[in-house]
């Protein structure tokens, strides 16, 4: 079905495709009613946030048929979030309810509708993290994951201006913890619950864009990543052995079974024993290998989450799917976030990458071709064995169109700086000009009235004697054009090309990232082009 899915996609022809399902039944020793059904194409997969679906049962009627005009076949809703705060009515966890959502529950909402539209509803959640704030962080510090100086992700700073870090990243590997006493009973009151058509994974990985080689070193994995790679034998722990150098090459000998961890281990300190983890070495003199069973054992911790959840949802609805969105490189994301997700096949009903522009370096068109590639690639390395939807963001694929915007919002507050000064203040007026000039080019186009608007904004903050209020309403008008920009400010045709440019690499379907994006950059129509198109 899977792999049949994809290819009648592919072909473009129902006919071709119901032919591939009949020739995967048969392979599979079996015929029957699948073997008649029309051969569906290629998914539409579609991100949505709560604001996005609406609080009213209209407002939620009117996003799911603006959702099946565009041929969004299912929808990935988020439940739990980034502060851990969740947006279903729950009888366990009433402590995490989202502010504004105390007394309506999103799933309740959304399900039933969705099944009239034959629209699927997952629950997507942002797994391993937490707000510092959040009512199970705040009672279970311990469950925290911790760095060599035994602090948590809060310590961290994001950027070269070293913004902090708002968010604590939670251990996935200590039992009882966050995975078994919160995580996974989310999952199965949801998966109990609610009709949903599955459990969407997200930031199912380690903290590795913020500090990739930094966590977890709480106590429970200190003790358990050498434990995890059997540094040391349980039985009989006093008695160590040396490397026996039998073979010529050093490293050659690891199999004489020398004893690796350091003796009177339980004296170290945590950093001590982190840097061993990180920096030490198997065999004396050897390369400094050790980091290997780190990064073993974070792959292990994620791979087993992955699995238990599996396990959990398949017993109480083994009709329930899950997905999980993923780090476009599974063989890098496995080294960096511990996200190995090309062996999760056993335990995955479909993948949804995010192969965003925002992970690649280079212009739209370089763009493109590596979006191509890597979709390639991901079919690849999964072995199409399970269904792939190519995740797209729309909003970073209009790089070129709000860096303009960006640019002339930051000379502005140059300007803003430069108060008095002669010479600073005719070099930031000069970047405002050109600022003003490269935006211009393309607003100018879609919107004369906009254009102008700004324009006199400029103008006037660039007057002598302009007062703080001045180049602060331009600020404000850039802003605003950033949020709510004129129609065609951000051409449709990038999406479509988009949209072109994974279905070469021949993945299952493709999934859009977000559902508030496309109203804010007004691309549904666009959306819904590209879906009739692909399904013709
Ligand atoms: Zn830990």
């Not at 989310?186 to 619950?193: D, G, S, V, W």
């Not at 073993?296 to 959840?309: K, L, P, T």
């Not at 370096?361 to 792939?388: H, N, S």
């Not at 393309?442 to 180049?471: F, M, N, Q």
Request: glycine share 6%; net charge neutral; proline share 7%.
């Amino acid at each position: 079905m899977t792999r049949t899915t994809g290819k009648a996609w592919r072909t473009g022809a129902c006919l071709a495709g119901s032919l591939l399902l009949v020739a995967a039944a048969m392979a599979q020793g079996r015929a029957g009613p699948a073997a008649q059904e029309p051969a569906r194409a290629g998914k539409l997969v579609l991100w949505a946030h709560p604001p996005d679906v609406g609080r009213t049962p209209e407002e939620v009627e009117a996003f799911l048929a603006r959702a099946a005009r565009s041929g969004v076949d299912d929808i990935l809703v988020l439940v739990k979030g980034m502060s851990g705060e969740i947006y279903w009515q729950s009888d366990r966890f009433q402590d995490s309810t989202a502010a504004a959502w105390k007394d309506a529950d999103l799933l309740e909402l959304l399900v039933p509708r969705a099944r009239k539209h034959k629209i699927g509803i997952h629950a997507w959640l942002v797994d391993f993290v937490e707000g510092q704030r959040s009512a199970v962080y705040q009672k279970n510090l311990h469950w925290a994951q911790l760095n060599p100086a035994g602090e948590t992700t809060l310590s961290e700073t994001l950027g070269v201006e070293r913004r902090p870090y708002p968010y604590v990243w939670m251990c996935p590997a200590q039992r009882p913890g966050y995975t078994d006493q919160w995580l996974l009973p989310m999952i199965e009151e949801i998966a109990r619950k609610y009709d949903v058509a599955g459990i969407h994974h997200d930031y199912v990985r380690y903290p590795g864009d913020v500090a990739p080689d930094a966590y977890c070193f709480c106590d429970y994995c200190l003790a358990n990543i050498p434990r995890h790679a059997m540094l040391q034998y349980e039985a009989r722990a006093s008695q160590r052995s040396r490397v026996r150098p039998v073979q010529e090459r050093l490293e050659a000998n690891w199999w004489s079974d020398p004893t690796v961890q350091p003796p009177e281990w339980d004296q170290r300190d945590r950093r001590e024993k982190a840097d061993f983890l990180l920096n030490g070495r198997t065999t004396p003199l050897g390369p400094p290998d050790m980091r290997y069973f780190f990064y073993d054992y974070r792959v292990h911790q994620i791979d087993r989450f992955v699995r238990e959840s599996w396990d959990l949802v398949k017993k109480i609805n083994p009709r329930l799917e899950i997905s999980s969105a993923v780090f476009r490189n599974p063989v890098q994301s496995a080294r960096y976030i511990g996200q190995q997700w090309h062996g999760w096949n056993p335990w995955t009903d479909f993948y949804t990458p995010m192969s965003y522009r925002s992970h690649f370096a280079g212009d739209f068109e370089t763009y493109l071709e590596r979006l191509e590639e890597t979709t390639a690639r991901q079919m690849e390395w999964i072995g199409r064995g399970r269904p792939l939807y190519a995740g797209i963001a729309t909003t970073y694929l209009y790089r070129e169109e709000q860096e303009p915007i960006d640019n002339l919002r930051a000379a502005a507050d140059r300007l803003h700086a430069a108060g008095a000064d002669g010479e600073e203040r005719a070099k930031a007026a000069a970047a405002v000009r050109e600022g003003h000039r490269v935006l211009d080019g393309t607003l100018r186009p879609v919107s004369a009235d906009r254009s102008k608007e700004i324009a006199h904004l400029v103008e006037a903050a660039l007057a002598p004697g302009a007062d703080r209020a001045t180049v602060e309403s331009l600020d404000k008008a850039l802003a605003e054009l950033r949020l709510r920009p004129p129609a065609g400010f951000y051409p449709p045709e990038k999406l479509t090309r988009a949209i072109a440019a994974a279905q070469r690499g021949n993945p299952d379907g493709i999934a859009i990232f977000s559902a508030g994006s496309l109203t804010r950059e007004d691309l549904w129509p666009a959306l819904e082009a590209a879906s009739r198109e692909w399904r013709r």
